[in-house]
């Protein structure tokens, strides 16, 4: 089973092809301490430098994803901390109250990528081995755990069958279960990409409204969250 990540060895010693996207943006990815307690909310801004999202993690600490135009995450990444931190307070505003400091700064380059076959006689890929995602709608994860939940249920059925887990019914049969919501999510992610990249004004005005109805209509943000979650 391949489930060693986007570079993943297995999925190349099986020269399966992939297909890729290149977002030219990168992900700023750090610990941010907080003067008030974060009541396990995440955030996410999209501002004219980029999408901001803020996780909650244990203690005064929010876990940053701040994705930018290559260019611009260079520039704002050589910013010495406290500078950082005044440039991320701008941008994300006050929700969390005022930072207070930032931990090691890490980047990721953003792509996207998408096996061209998932699994054959003795071999499957899973996670991020078969499909990496921009992290703007937080699914990479969420999506690989959809993958292993029912790779576990192929199996059990498979072994209650007495089938041999390299049978070609089984991969089949997973592959074509996973197909559809991976396909869903990699073009439901992708259009977010394309929507918040926007510079156009009328995009933007178009684009603000949606965010604005989604804030403050609960019923369908909730919907969008199943959604997101997988469980719509
Ligand atoms: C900036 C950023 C923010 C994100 N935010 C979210 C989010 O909010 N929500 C969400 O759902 N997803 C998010 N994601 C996506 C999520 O991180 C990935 O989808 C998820 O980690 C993929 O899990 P994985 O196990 O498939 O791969 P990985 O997490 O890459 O794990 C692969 C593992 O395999 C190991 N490995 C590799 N090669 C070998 C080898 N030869 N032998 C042994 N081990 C090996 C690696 O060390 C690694 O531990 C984000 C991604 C990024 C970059």
């Known amino acids: 089973m391949g489930a060693d990540g986007t570079d993943s060895i297995i999925r190349k010693l099986k020269k399966v092809k992939t297909k890729e996207f290149d977002y030219e943006q990168t992900a700023i990815v750090s610990k941010i301490n907080l003067n008030r307690a974060h009541e396990f909310i995440s955030y996410e801004r999209f501002t004219s430098e980029g999408s901001i999202a803020f996780l909650p993690l244990s203690g005064l600490q929010s876990g940053l994803v701040w994705s930018a135009p290559s260019v611009l995450a260079a520039e704002i990444l050589s910013l010495p901390d406290e500078l950082f931190l005044q440039r991320l307070q701008k941008q994300f505003g006050y929700r969390l109250g005022k930072f207070r400091g930032v931990r090691q700064r890490i980047t990721y380059p953003l792509k996207s990528s998408s096996a061209c076959l998932q699994g054959g006689k003795g071999w499957i890929l899973v996670g991020n081995a078969a499909h990496t995602l921009h992290p703007i709608a937080a699914q990479g994860f969420n999506l690989g755990l959809r993958d292993v939940s029912f790779l576990s249920e192929v199996i059990c059925d498979g072994l209650s069958l007495n089938k041999k887990l390299y049978e070609n019914d089984l991969i089949a049969r997973y592959s074509a279960g996973r197909e559809g919501n991976q396909e869903k999510t990699q073009r439901f992610t992708h259009y977010l990409v394309s929507l918040f990249s926007q510079t156009y004004w009328p995009m933007k005005l178009a684009r603000n409204g949606v965010s604005a109805l ?14 997101a979650m997988g469980i719509s």
């Open 214 to 227: 989604i804030e403050y209509f609960p019923p369908l943000k909730h919907r969008i969250a199943k959604h």
